[in-house]
């Protein structure tokens, strides 16, 4: 355990010097995610929500520590093929860093090398302090009191643990220091005044009912979905967009200043992950700044397909090596597809995408919302499979009508009277017509609506049911702007967002 704790910390350290996510846990886990099904992917997210990345990290240790414990049992018969293992260990995470899409090179494939190096030293070394002094058997271990070299193994193991804690200290300041520009380019930035103001949100948007989820979600709650175990920190002054591919007349890198100086405009959006079950969490309202993605394309020559442009699909690359797929059709339909820099009023969080990300209302985030975004490429859908349809999700994906409780709970118990049944509802870009409500196979009934920001955010609904002692089962479906009632099919998230009613059952006292 001392070996592999060591091989850890001096990996992590050099890693700092590097880049963070050539670390072996971080390298290793992203491999393991790039190859894990889409239903595994599902389910942890499902079970595990955004603390599905700290699993996946507290699993991998788990792993190596009895991978260490189990070299450590055969370093102790055979010392040389102990310390081997630790070697192969270092190859693994070094295939896996190097094999990332975001690797810069063989020198992500240092840090591993350096830990295993020093790991297997350090098991070699306190292997030997467990041997008996003198001519004895060198390939035997003694058995306690047969001489061996107490008081030699106590001050090898102690440094060895000291060293180790020295460098996961090192490690964690170097890769602090790597990212202080980034924070720094964050911390000085402010956004210019848009030139087209959203408009105030309207009265009654936001109903004042204990339970249900704010019209504006903050950005501290806004859910996170995306693959990165090291949250990217990217220097806004060194950042470039590169823009080309079919149909581009004239490919084109942008810095984050040209970004600033083109008009900016302001818009509340509601964005839905794919990976939301019926009734989730997976979704969030905020108000963003950014610029209309659509008058780029156009300036560059960019026609949809509809107007006789050669690319249907643009392909969003990320720096971490994540690649999305959007229809160039549904970008340039006249929607507010953004290349987002600021969320609710402030530089877009790291964990958002700072310093740019797309964003486009009605299309799922895994077909849209491409976050740390560095490339985009105009292409064809049927000459270029993104990350996630490599993996069996859709090609294309727009939002499902949907509706949820927020109040009452599932399982609670109310008093007898009336008890206010809210929640929210959604259809981005088609927007919410209608929301009703059904008390167990009774009729359905319709809910109140808020007041209509527009049609990309969500609504809020509320209905006050007399509710009478015993079980019951409450069901919303909301019916958007087209005309399209809510399906009662429940599918699961998988290819293309789940459908469903959503129905909580509750106790009357």
């Given at each position: 355990m001392l070996a592999g704790l060591a091989a850890l910390a001096v990996a992590e350290a050099v890693a700092g010097g590097v880049r963070p996510q050539a670390?072996?846990?971080?390298?290793?886990?992203?491999?393991?995610?790039?190859?894990?099904?889409?239903?595994?992917?599902?389910?942890?997210?499902?079970?595990?929500?955004?603390?599905?990345?700290?699993?996946?990290?507290?699993?991998?240790?788990?792993?190596?520590?009895l991978f260490a414990l189990a070299l450590g049992i055969v370093a102790l018969r055979f010392r040389r093929t102990g310390a081997a293992g630790v070697l192969l260990f270092g190859?693994?995470?070094?295939?896996?860093?190097?094999?990332r899409p975001d690797s810069t090179g063989i020198a992500d494939a240092l840090p591993s090398v350096a830990g295993a190096v020093v790991g297997a030293v350090v098991l070699y070394v306190l292997v030997g302090r467990l041997r008996p002094r003198g001519p004895?058997?060198?390939?035997?271990?003694?058995?306690?009191?047969?001489?061996?070299?107490?008081?030699?193994?106590?001050?090898?193991?102690?440094?060895?643990?000291?060293?180790?804690?020295?460098?996961?200290?090192l490690g964690r300041s170097l890769s602090g220091a790597g990212g202080r520009d980034a924070v720094a380019s964050r911390r000085n930035l402010v956004l210019p005044v848009p030139a087209s103001r959203a408009r105030a949100v309207p009265k009654g948007a936001g109903l004042r009912i204990p339970g249900v989820s704010p019209f504006v979600t903050p950005n501290g709650d806004f859910y996170r979905v995306d693959t990165a175990l090291v949250v990217p920190k990217v220097d806004a002054t060194t950042w470039r967009l590169r823009v080309h591919g079919q149909g581009v007349r004239r490919p084109v890198t942008l810095t984050f200043d040209d970004l600033l100086r083109r008009e900016l405009v302001e818009r509340d959006i509601t964005l839905t992950c794919v990976s939301n079950e019926v009734g989730g969490p997976y979704v969030g309202n905020a108000r963003w700044i950014g610029v209309q993605l659509a008058d780029l394309l156009?300036?560059?020559?960019?026609?949809?397909?509809?107007?006789?442009?050669?690319?249907?699909?643009?392909?969003?690359?990320?720096?971490?090596?994540?690649?999305?797929?959007?229809?160039?059709?549904?970008?340039?339909?006249?929607?507010?597809?953004?290349?987002?820099?600021?969320?609710?009023?402030?530089?877009?969080?790291?964990?958002?995408?700072?310093?740019?990300?797309?964003?486009?209302?009605?299309?799922y985030g895994f077909v849209s919302a491409c976050k740390w975004i560095k490339d985009i490429e105009l292409t064809t859908f049927d000459a270029y499979d993104p990350y996630w349809v490599?993996?069996?999700?859709?090609?294309?994906?727009?939002?499902?009508?949907?509706?949820?409780?927020?109040?009452?709970?599932?399982?609670?118990?109310?008093?007898?009277g009336t008890v206010m049944v809210a929640g929210v509802a959604w259809a981005q870009h088609r927007g919410i017509d209608k929301v009703e409500v059904r008390v167990d196979d009774g009729p359905w009934q319709e809910a109140r609506l808020a007041a209509e920001d527009t049609r990309d955010t969500w609504r809020q609904w509320s209905f006050p049911w007399r509710a009478t002692k015993g079980g019951h089962t409450l069901t919303v479906r909301a019916t958007d702007r087209t005309g399209a009632v809510q399906t009662d099919r429940r599918t699961k998230t998988i290819p293309d967002g789940a459908s469903g009613w959503h129905s909580v059952v509750v106790t009357v006292d």
């Open positions: 670390g072996p846990v971080v390298a290793v886990g992203g491999a393991a995610i790039d190859r894990t099904p889409a239903a595994v992917k599902d389910w942890a997210i499902r079970h595990f929500g955004t603390n599905d990345k700290l699993f996946l990290q507290l699993g991998i240790l788990a792993v190596l520590a190859v693994v995470g070094a295939l896996a860093a190097t094999g004895a058997d060198q390939d035997a271990v003694a058995p306690p009191g047969a001489g061996w070299d107490r008081r030699g193994f106590v001050i090898a193991a102690g440094a060895a643990a000291v060293g180790s804690a020295g460098a996961g200290l156009a300036e560059l020559g960019v026609k949809p397909p509809s107007a006789g442009g050669p690319a249907d699909q643009l392909v969003a690359r990320s720096v971490d090596g994540m690649t999305i797929g959007s229809p160039v059709e549904d970008v340039m339909d006249g929607r507010d597809a953004l290349l987002a820099l600021g969320m609710n009023g402030e530089p877009l969080p790291f964990a958002h995408g700072f310093p740019v990300r797309m964003v486009v209302p009605g299309l490599k993996r069996g999700w859709a090609r294309r994906a727009p939002i499902k009508t949907e509706s949820r409780i927020d109040t009452p709970k599932p399982f609670a118990r109310p008093k007898t």
